[in-house]
């Protein structure tokens, strides 16, 4: 009685909880496709809204949400990517510095977006003058993915043997081409996740952005013009009661913009791997 | 024997390694001779592969190590501080214990070293690779297969790779620490016949485990114990005729 049955239980609540998982993707999913595919046509995402997003499309916040993400990745991949290689590769293991920049990492990545956006509006859009901008949203956005994107290039880079810097140094190879040449490449693929990860995180984001990039409808031309997401346009169409249909539609296509994400990650992490 | 009067290719002068608080290695003199293969035997922590790894500078990544004396590569200290690190390790190569390819096809394995000095070229690149591969007697094999990923190989052949992408970068000295540790007889058989053939070519260094390996493939051996150099003299000697009592203990394998 105990063994065999205690295991089908286990086995069956295992087995249960990833099913429950996949359930509520798969019907958050065909919810919003059942919604939103209507409103969702050639017009809706080519034209620019109107009548405050009640009628048109809403190629506008497409454009901004891509500017946005890409201003955000633009400063955290870089300084994020290269803290981790400090972190991982040049800090001492006794280092208070590192202890510093661990703990403070670790710190941010648990504060609410909500904070990074007062943080961002009090510093970009009025102390530094920026307004609500594309760029003092960007920028907002890199701080609050900054420490996924380290975290995670941390870890990849931790997981580096390392025999590879021993060999590579006996070779005669300095550090920096050490890193450059094979512990990056090598790592690559765990920082690649990172910053898709972080991407989806900036792309739904709507808190932070909506305090600092604000909420124009107008066509972003500039870093300092200031834009709507797709995100935020959703909140709005759907918190000012101005059309639920439409705040379904926008929302399809955020979950078409992430699994886009998702794919081409998988593609570029397979195709690495079929090298090695 | 002939040689007995020839300069050492590396010359050890009262050498002294720390880490930390720790003392490694007690005054080491040693002299290791030009195209000959010394072996290094002893029991696990013993010091062998940290002495081994003050040839090259390896051991400087560790935090907390401290190196006292001098060695010498011909007539250049290596302890001297205005030394070259690069220049060293690319005379003097390393084979670790675990064959480590990096994630990169056969070709760009070996071509690492050579690229990093700062050839550029492809066809004198082709040239270094075919070469290496060739001296590491891994060409036959894996010929038509250049392009492919390292880590496919076997065992015994990410050795030899290892051992090729070294010779890429043509050192003087290299030195192998454990080198056949991880392979399997047939492979560590292929290892031996290739370290006698490079002996004509490089001075080696082998920290080995295996005495019998030692006594195949050396025409020296130095015995550590405890991180000191217990008995140094030519591998027939040592092993026929050990004249410390510590070593004739270790050798008819009293202990280790």
């Not at chain 1, 952005?209 to 709005?236: C, E, F």
């Not at chain 2, 009592?245 to 270790?250: A, F, G, V």
Request: with cysteine.
């Amino acid at each position: 009685m105990q063994g065999k049955w205690q295991e089908k239980i286990w086995n069956g609540m295992f087995w249960l909880s990833g099913i429950i998982i996949t359930l509520i993707l798969a019907v958050i999913i065909i919810y919003i496709i059942y919604r939103g595919f209507s409103s969702v046509n050639f017009n809706f995402i080519f034209s620019a809204p109107s009548r405050a997003g009640k009628a048109g499309g809403i190629s506008t916040t497409i454009i901004g949400t891509l500017y946005l993400t890409a201003v955000a990745l633009l400063i955290a991949v870089p300084i994020g990517v290269a803290t981790a290689i400090y972190l991982e590769q040049y800090a001492r293991r006794s280092s208070r510095l590192a202890y510093l920049i661990n703990l403070t990492n670790d710190t941010l990545a648990g504060v609410p977006s909500i904070l990074f956006g007062l943080f961002g509006f009090v510093f970009f859009v009025i102390f530094l003058n920026m307004g609500w901008s594309v760029l003092s949203g960007g920028m907002t956005l890199a701080l609050m993915i900054l420490p996924t994107i380290t975290r995670t290039a941390q870890e990849a880079v931790k997981s580096v043997p390392d025999e590879y810097l021993e060999n590579s140094l006996a070779l005669g190879a300095g550090r920096w081409i050490s890193i450059k040449r094979v512990i990056l490449p090598s790592a690559l693929p765990g920082i690649i996740t990172g910053i898709i990860l972080s991407m989806g995180r900036a792309v739904g984001e709507t808190a932070a952005v909506i305090l600092t990039a604000g909420s124009s409808l107008n066509m972003p031309m500039s870093l300092t013009d200031p834009a709507r997401s797709m995100s935020v346009h959703l909140y709005i169409l759907a918190t000012e009661g101005l059309s639920l249909e439409r705040a379904f539609g926008t929302a399809f296509l955020i979950i078409i913009f992430i699994l886009i994400i998702n794919y081409l990650a998988n593609l570029s992490l397979r195709s690495w791997s079929r090298q090695t | 024997m002939k040689i007995m009067g020839q300069d050492g290719k590396i010359r050890v002068k009262n050498l002294n390694l720390y880490y930390n608080k720790f003392q490694a290695l007690y005054d080491i003199n040693t002299e290791f001779k030009q195209n000959r293969v010394t072996a290094l035997i002893g029991p696990s922590g013993c010091g062998k592969s940290s002495f081994l790894r003050t040839i090259n500078r390896l051991n400087e990544l560790i935090e907390g190590t401290t190196t006292e004396g001098q060695i010498y590569l011909d007539k250049m200290p290596i302890y001297d501080k205005d030394l070259d690190v690069v220049n060293l390790r690319k005379r003097v190569g390393m084979v670790f214990q675990k064959p480590s390819v990096f994630p990169f096809s056969i070709y760009e394995n070996v071509a690492y070293g050579p690229k990093i000095h700062g050839i550029k070229d492809r066809s004198h690149l082709d040239e270094i690779v075919e070469k290496s591969l060739k001296a590491a007697n891994l060409w036959q094999e894996i010929a038509g297969r250049l392009n492919s990923p390292a880590v496919r190989l076997s065992g015994g052949q990410q050795q030899r790779l290892v051992i090729a992408r070294v010779l890429a970068v043509e050192p003087e000295v290299i030195l192998m620490d454990e080198p056949a540790s991880a392979l399997d007889p047939i492979s560590t058989a292929r290892l031996e016949e290739l370290i006698t053939e490079l002996k004509n070519s490089y001075t080696i260094v082998i920290v080995t485990h295996n005495m019998q390996q030692a006594a195949r493939v050396s025409d020296y051996t130095g015995f550590f114990l405890n991180g000191q150099l217990v008995e140094f003299n030519t591998t027939d000697e040592l092993f026929v005729n050990p004249r410390d009592k510590r070593t004739e203990d270790y050798i008819t394998g009293r202990f280790g």
